[in-house]
């Protein structure tokens, strides 16, 4: 069984006549890390909010087709039913933040889903340890910073330990340093057995470890694979961000060099120029 299954899912906001989903098809594999992609309004944080359970839940519409996440179908149950599965990280982590101290606000979730206090007290020690939150315990969130507030979102979600990630744009009020400490940490996450889907633009920080790549517009996944393939073929397309290191292999390609791969990231990139320069001796 697949961690996500999206059978021809199509979904229309209340009151809209263009569909924000538009026959969507796309398996992701246990322990698979997946980035969506797409410019603006191409239905990327519909899919998250569809595959959470969000939409229908919250969000009034006409939805077709079918989502299963771990063997459930999030369109018949409650987003807090499937608290144990999906834990879900938004792009503002100050509105997904509640409670006045990083302590109370892992605690939220596990009293909502009426988890009893000796467990939740556990859970709440092992998620200030395991996320370094540890001396941030009474800290405010209003009071830390936007790369800490978002690593207190992702340990919130993450609290009663399911086995699927969703990120939605999670840097997109970070800056890049910040923004690159939280994305380090998902990819640990991924590397110790989590699946983890992530709406992200920031290309250059994810695909040197991705394994799927899914290119979304106007509602409708228009491409999707392997990293390496797929950024080659929207290269020209101006649907995603090409990385630098990307643009400077074609250009070099069009010049006649050769690389033994698709170099994702500038230390990559590197490594091919070396290997070529080596060869070349």
């Not at 996440?69 to 018949?76: F, R, T």
């Not at 923004?179 to 057995?193: I, Q």
Request: glycine residues 8%.
């Amino acid at each position: 069984m697949r961690a996500i299954e999206i059978r021809d899912l199509s979904f229309a906001y209340e009151g809209s006549e263009r569909p924000a989903l538009d026959r969507v098809n796309l398996g992701v594999e246990r322990g698979e890390f997946v980035v969506i992609a797409g410019p603006s309004g191409c239905g990327k944080s519909t899919l998250i909010k569809a595959i959470n359970g969000l939409i229908p839940s919250f969000y009034g519409g006409s939805y077709k087709g079918e989502v299963w996440i771990e063997g459930h179908n999030p369109a018949k149950e409650q987003p807090h039913e499937l608290f144990k599965i999906v834990g879900t990280v938004f792009q503002e982590p100050d509105t997904q933040l509640l409670t006045f101290s990083v302590e109370r606000e892992l605690a939220f979730p596990l009293e909502n889903s009426g988890v009893s206090r000796s467990e939740m007290k556990e859970l709440v020690e092992d998620a200030l340890k395991r996320f370094g939150l540890y001396s941030l315990r009474h800290r405010s969130p209003s009071e830390l910073s936007g790369g800490e507030q978002q690593r207190v979102a992702i340990a919130a979600a993450l609290i009663s330990k399911p086995s699927v990630l969703l990120l939605d744009e999670p840097t997109s009020s970070l800056d890049p340093r910040a923004a690159a400490e939280v994305l380090s940490m998902v990819r640990d996450l991924n590397r110790s057995g989590m699946t983890v889907v992530i709406s992200e633009h920031r290309l250059s920080l994810l695909l040197p470890f991705a394994h799927k790549l899914v290119v979304m517009n106007q509602g409708g996944i228009v491409d999707q694979g392997p990293p390496s393939e797929v950024i080659l073929r929207m290269a020209n397309r101006e649907l995603v961000e090409v990385p630098d290191a990307v643009a400077a292999y074609l250009g070099l390609k069009e010049l006649g060099v050769r690389f033994g791969r698709v170099p994702m990231d500038a230390h990559q990139f590197l490594d091919e120029v070396r290997s070529n320069a080596a060869l070349m001796r």
